[in-house]
């Protein structure tokens, strides 16, 4: 591929993604507003038909808990998918936070003992960095929990002057780098290419035996700003 078909290819792959980062989140506003609306309201009835004064049977009481107890999961759910589509967290408080519930959440309910060391000062990165850092580490925690066998993960996000830099290291089973371009998965590539579309890297250290180390790297808002006048 030439450099301009290259440029071309990130240009095009950074508009794609941005319209499904778009997509996912008019998903979400649909299901948080009308789903779980819906939900929480027939929670609410059953909740009133439980109340004493309604003189319920003890068979119907039963019977009203169970559907109470499955609405109540129902909410859990699709909270869980609103989140996956859309981390709400990144929106309103910034990556920190997002990345902080993410771990806890995934990581603990996978039996993975995770250690956090995240700025609790605001990064200042564009939403179209903040969403990629999210997406790198949620594709990263994935494969922690599905492949790597691994009792413990580190993540780190540290603010250098011009960038922002993301480690992400577990202590698995590893694998060899080289396997990686025969297995044609899109999960590790599409990382790299999602941050080489807004000017960052992926880096890879990985062995058998050895776990793996991911460290992810994007350039900050402000910095784009320069680049973009100069
Ligand atoms: N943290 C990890 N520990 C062990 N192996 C890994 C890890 N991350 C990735 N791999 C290996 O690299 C391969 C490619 O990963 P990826 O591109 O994300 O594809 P997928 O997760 O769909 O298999 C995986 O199939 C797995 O063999
Ligand atoms: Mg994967």
């Given at each position: 591929m030439s450099t301009t078909e290259a440029e071309g290819f990130s240009f095009l792959l950074a508009r794609h993604l941005e319209r499904k980062e778009q997509e996912q989140a008019a998903l979400a506003r649909l299901l948080h507003d009308e789903l779980c609306g819906q939900l929480v309201a027939a929670r609410m009835l059953v909740a009133r038909l439980l109340?004493?004064?309604?003189?319920?049977?003890d068979v119907q009481r039963i019977g009203l808990e169970d559907v109470e107890r499955q609405l109540a999961t129902a909410i859990t759910i699709n909270r869980r998918i609103v989140e996956r589509l859309r981390p709400g967290l990144l929106d309103h408080f910034g990556l920190s936070p997002a990345l902080q519930a993410l771990f806890e959440e995934q990581g603990r309910s996978a039996g993975l003992e995770v250690v956090l060391r995240l700025?609790?000062?605001?990064?200042?990165?564009?939403p179209e960095a903040g969403i990629c850092l999210y997406r790198v580490a949620e594709e990263a925690l994935d494969n922690v929990v599905k492949h790597a066998q691994a009792r413990r993960i580190d993540l780190q996000v540290v603010r250098q002057a011009t960038r922002c830099v993301m480690t992400l290291r577990d202590d698995g089973?590893?694998?060899?780098?080289?396997r990686l371009e025969g297995l044609g998965t899109v999960g590790l590539p599409l990382i790299r290419e999602r941050l080489g579309a807004l000017g960052g890297r992926l880096a890879l250290t990985a062995a058998p035996g050895s776990g793996v180390c991911l460290v992810a790297s994007l350039p900050l808002a402000a910095t784009l700003r320069a680049a973009a006048g100069s």
């Open positions: 109340e004493p004064s309604t003189r319920a049977s700025p609790q000062e605001p990064l200042e990165l564009s089973v590893g694998f060899e780098p080289s």
